[in-house]
């Protein structure tokens, strides 16, 4: 287990840890709230934990969050679900993220890329000019607090224009990626009935126009509530019958208006996969999401003025709507829209390179796709100005942080984060003033009290147990749309452990205090009574040249046996003969152990994946056990529902 790794592979050096915003914090935070001035990270975070309303409390003052009426008390209720933040208070989320446009009206605010890779900035003020009319316009179409604005948009300003308005009105923002098919987008908003649609008539990926004028007809006749659609045109035609012109709805010059809502106000709705049923729709609130991104980007990412933060993302994920949230610490945020890997593999990288990127955010699946195709980052591209290379969407290997350290610099910062929709945020992850160790996140995040635990409730360390947070974090859902009584949500996260939110992530807390995910709990690898995470197993197997990518179930038999096949979707040219078979095996038992071995390895057409890249292993596990197709996967949620044939073929011929 990586727990043995002796040495760090990076270190902040000591100028670096003075200027960190977390370590000015902390010294402030020491003097008017009794934080601990000494210990570092590790004492910061137990204080943080312990007095969890002092330090929301700090937190808010440090960030100078605009209350325009005062709580009562930073944490009412605190139990889960259902705890209470900061009552009595009310605010503007959209207010804070364009606060930067006072003092720097003419710096970019927006920096949009497309796949010609040529940056076009919208300034603060601009921003502010679009988001101020466009909010008078939506108030003018009778869109009042509460009511839901939803968008069918890709990666562009307009979308982050979108949701800000809607925002500065209290209504409730709402997207999916224009990639998404009509009936996913219906299994999304049709449960949040909207009454605004923003939608672009098609978009550009890999070099290609996709033209999505039919599937917004079928949205405009299945979504009764709407009131008004707008239309963005993205590639030049004329607005539909009885369209608004995007155009027309920001022409003006309104100083924007910020609605007061509530702390618990809500925000938007993000969706989970929805892999086995109807995505579950969770709202998040303006006052929860505010500080926790304030948090999270603030002192974590160590974001700021004169940062510019990239992250490789689509409307449709969480990360999303984390990268807005880049606004509200008065970052430049860079808005990409296209393949992540056109013209050629190294395509992300020349993006950093060309728009000064400071904090560069990408998906693990990618970094060990440069890796595979041979991409040499700081040889082909000027990154000097990337401080921090961040990963998420799955565990990134350990041969990835290697692959990062020896390609982009030595001296970089790699930050392997881990969090969930459910949150919006990251439980583990970035802190600038910690080690990185290969393998591993740096810590879990300030106010989260994260813990792995045994079933029966015990925490381990060194151990492979369930990932749990036993307190409350502000950005938590306030509810699930349509789940009146909230048993739906109670059911998601508190009924394994009553009171204590339990993610379904296998992870190990290490001695020194950082953190290792092994994948996810609910598909998770029994041999033998041995737990494992599949992360562990794609990790050994994708090392292999011949080896795309690769997806494992562990199936209990009706026998009481254990059948556990490995799937793989091989690279082009190669073939799944015995000598290969063999160096699978092999690497297994030496890398991992004899029981990690898997007792069928299977050529596959491809690996199915969530519509936002996750492998998808327990529709996979249904459907193996025999469950018909209708019942084990959403259809909508796929990114290739062909592929998943192949797997129900499979189930019917060994049964």
């Known amino acids: 287990m990586s727990t043995a790794n002796p040495q760090p592979l990076w270190q902040p050096d000591p100028e670096r840890i003075a200027q960190a915003r977390i370590t000015q914090f902390q010294a402030w935070a020491a003097e008017h709230h009794g934080a601990p001035a000494e210990g570092g990270y590790p004492a910061l975070h137990r204080w943080s934990v312990d007095q969890l309303d002092t330090f929301w409390n700090a937190l808010t003052e440090w960030f100078d969050v605009r209350f325009s009426a005062p709580a009562t008390r930073v944490l009412g209720d605190r139990s889960m679900p259902g705890a209470q933040w900061f009552p009595g208070a009310t605010l503007n989320y959209s207010e804070h993220a364009l606060r930067a446009a006072a003092d720097r009206p003419d710096e970019p605010a927006l920096l949009y890329v497309d796949e010609t890779h040529e940056p076009s900035p919208v300034t603060w003020s601009e921003l502010r000019r679009q988001v101020g009319s466009l909010a008078a316009a939506l108030r003018d179409l009778g869109v009042s607090p509460g009511d839901r604005v939803s968008g069918y948009l890709p990666n562009v300003p307009q979308a982050v224009v979108a949701l800000l308005a809607t925002a500065a009105v209290g209504a409730v923002w709402t997207s999916c990626a224009p990639d998404f098919g009509a009936r996913s987008v219906l299994d999304r908003f049709q449960q949040v009935e909207p009454v605004v649609l923003f939608t672009v008539d098609g978009y550009r990926y890999g070099g290609k126009e996709h033209d999505r004028r039919e599937i917004v007809a079928e949205l405009r006749r299945e979504l009764p509530t709407l009131r008004a659609v707008v239309h963005i045109p993205v590639l030049g035609t004329e607005a539909p019958e009885g369209a608004l012109e995007w155009s027309a709805l920001t022409a003006g010059d309104r100083e924007p208006v910020f609605e007061q809502v509530p702390f618990d106000h809500p925000l938007w709705v993000l969706y989970s996969s929805g892999t086995t049923g109807l995505p579950k729709a969770i709202v998040q609130s303006q006052g929860g999401i505010l500080v926790e991104h304030l948090k999270q980007l603030g002192l974590h990412c160590d974001l700021g003025p004169g940062d510019r933060f990239f992250w490789y993302t689509s409307t449709g994920w969480m ?82 942080f290697r692959w990062l350290h020896d390609e982009v610099r030595d001296d970089l910062w790699i930050a392997s984060v881990s969090g969930g929709t459910d949150v919006c945020s990251c439980f583990a992850g970035a802190v600038p003033t910690l080690p990185v160790y290969t393998g591993e996140l740096q810590a879990p995040g300030l106010g989260t009290d994260l813990r792995s635990w045994d079933p029966s409730g015990q925490p381990l360390i060194d151990e492979v147990g369930e990932l749990v947070v036993t307190n409350p974090m502000p950005s938590m859902p306030i509810r699930f749309w349509n789940d009146p009584d909230g048993s739906r949500y109670h059911d998601s996260y508190f009924d394994t452990y009553p009171g204590v939110w339990r993610h379904g992530d296998w992870i190990t807390v290490t001695s020194r205090g950082s953190v290792i995910i092994h994948g996810r709990s609910d598909s998770t690898l029994n041999r033998q009574g041995v737990r494992m995470g599949s992360a562990d197993i794609y990790e050994v197997v994708e090392r292999l040249p011949e080896i795309r990518e690769s997806l494992v179930i562990g199936i209990e038999q009706p026998d009481g046996g254990y059948w556990m096949p490995l799937f793989v979707h091989l690279t082009p040219g190669a073939a799944l003969d015995e000598a290969l078979l063999k160096r699978i095996k092999q690497a297994i038992r030496e890398q991992l152990s004899p029981r990690h071995v898997p007792d069928e390895i299977i050529e596959v057409p491809g690996v199915p994946h969530t519509l936002t890249g996750k492998r998808i292993e327990v529709p996979v596990k249904r459907l193996l056990q025999g469950t018909p197709m209708e019942k084990a996967v959403n259809p909508g949620s796929i990114d290739d529902l062909g592929l998943l044939g192949f797997y129900e073929e499979l189930a019917r011929k060994r049964a």
């Open 319 to 400: 990360m999303w709507n984390f990268l807005v949230s880049g606004l509200l610490t008065g970052t430049t945020i860079i808005l990409y829209d296209g393949s992540p890997g056109y013209p050629d593999t190294g395509a992300q990288w020349r993006i950093a390179e060309r728009t000064g990127a400071t904090l560069y955010g990408t998906s693990a699946a990618y970094v060990m796709a440069c890796r595979k195709a041979g991409v040499h980052p700081a040889r082909d591209f000027d990154l000097s100005r990337v401080q921090c290379v961040a990963t998420t969407g799955s565990p990134l290997p350990p041969d990835g």
